[in-house]
């Protein structure tokens, strides 16, 4: 799975941490969670160093990638990080059959599983 695809299956994660499920499907949601969690940070923590190569200190202290040729720049490095290749241990779809969701939230968490 591409490193891009933790952003999207964020708010996707989340709704399925606030369903009732069955202790089984709970644990294993807490397990990939954390794995997820640590993918996710690790993501965050590249994009802010890049921020900071391309970016300049704004007057409220926080930085921003202003100048458009950085930008570019800022944008064709961070697509790279976004295109990394991760490892994750897929979850069984078997474990999740009482959870609804609709076919649009199926597919956006479609790689998720075995």
Do not use: C
């Amino acid at each position: 799975m591409k490193r891009g695809m933790i952003l999207n299956l964020k708010p996707i994660l989340e709704k399925f941490l606030t369903k009732e499920m069955s202790l089984p499907m709970a644990l294993e949601i807490i397990n990939f969670s954390g794995e997820f969690s640590e993918q996710l940070t690790s993501l965050e923590k590249e994009r802010i160093a890049l921020v900071k190569k391309y970016g300049e200190t704004r007057e409220d202290g926080n930085m921003e990638v202003t100048d458009e040729a950085k930008k570019e720049k800022f944008k064709k490095a961070f697509e790279k990080v976004l295109d990394k290749e991760i490892a994750f241990e897929l979850l069984d779809a078997h474990l999740f059959e009482s959870i609804k969701m609709t076919p649009q939230e199926a597919v956006t968490f479609r790689p998720l599983f075995k």
